[in-house]
């Protein structure tokens, strides 16, 4: 087991969260079963906001024909998909911790696309990549718990192990959810509903700041666009709620009650959350500095 994994959540805290089973997912989920927030234009539906969104860090991260992209936290495989069919990429690497993702990507069947069930920190790339993406697994990369020293840390190593394997002038975009930078996180951990986070939705994971993701990333990234669509994430967040709700029968006798009221009132409170900026929903664009 690798130092960085210690910090971050395991394969196990991974799987309790997203193999509940592809047809659960499906039920509230657009058809690509992307599990990140959307990126709206207008009265754009999820199909298409969940596109706009995967477009827009394929554009940052420079993916263009001929291409090698690694996606970090692949889901089940919308982004690095797109990547091949769309902007013809030479070859997409995506990397998850969960055992359903990476058997559903596997039967993509996409000569140029594979999938790994590998942790961030120990892959081996056989050749520098042109681009990386990583789209809502931030969040998984540091504990519940943790000091500001070691999280940044965690995340430090993250970037450090990205330029590494990154080609020269090569680029990196990450999108996460995120507390303000005065957030109060003690108290908010000490609260019902963050222990309910910790404990029933996303196990041993925990929200960074934009000030610990640019103080992590300065040495080796230089950031360009920094976004955050806090409001997006409400909305989607309501569309993923409506639509559970609406399959709610068939959710339940797929995952059971408790799960299903879980995620409900996870997407509730969230979305008010991002509606009052309690939770930033942040995507940053990163340029590989010179060596
Ligand atoms: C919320 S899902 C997002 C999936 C996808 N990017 C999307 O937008 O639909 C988080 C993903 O991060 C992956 N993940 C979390 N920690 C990881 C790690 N240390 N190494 C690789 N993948 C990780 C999970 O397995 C999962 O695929």
């Not at 495989?77 to 969960?98: K, N, Y």
């Not at 959350?273 to 010179?290: C, E, H, N």
Request: glycine share 6%; net charge neutral.
């Amino acid at each position: 087991m690798s130092a960085v994994r210690k910090v971050g959540a395991t394969p196990q805290a991974i799987q309790a969260h997203y193999d509940a089973g592809d047809a659960f997912f499906a039920l509230f989920l657009d058809p690509t079963r992307t599990y990140s927030c959307a990126l709206f234009n207008g009265d754009d539906d999820l199909d298409a906001a969940q596109r706009a969104k995967i477009d827009w860090h394929l554009d940052q991260s420079g993916v263009a024909a001929d291409k090698r992209l690694l996606d970090i936290g692949c889901g089940w495989g919308a982004l690095i998909e797109r990547a091949v069919w769309a902007r013809d990429a030479a070859h997409a690497t995506g990397l998850t911790l969960s055992a359903a993702q990476a058997a559903h990507v596997a039967s993509m069947g996409h000569a140029r696309l594979e999938v790994r069930l590998e942790d961030w920190a120990d892959h081996a790339p056989s050749a520098p990549y042109d681009a990386i993406t990583s789209v809502g697994a931030f969040e998984h990369f540091a504990a519940a718990g943790l000091s500001r020293d070691v999280r940044v840390d965690a995340y430090r190593r993250f970037f450090t192990k990205c330029a590494a394997m990154l080609a020269p002038g090569g680029r990196l975009s990450i999108q996460t959810i995120a507390y303000p930078a005065a957030f109060d996180r003690a108290a908010y951990d000490a609260t019902d509903y963050g222990a309910f986070v910790r404990e029933r939705i996303f196990p041993e994971s925990d929200l960074p700041t934009l000030p610990e993701i640019l103080e992590a990333a300065d040495s080796v990234f230089e950031p360009v666009i920094i976004r955050n669509d806090r409001r997006h994430y409400a909305r989607t967040a309501r569309i993923w709620r409506r639509r559970l709700r609406e399959r709610r029968d068939e959710a339940v006798a797929l995952v059971g009650q408790r799960r299903v009221d879980d995620l409900d009132r996870y997407f509730r409170t969230s979305a008010g959350a991002f509606d009052i900026g309690t939770l930033q929903l942040l995507r940053v664009a990163f340029q590989k500095r010179r060596a």
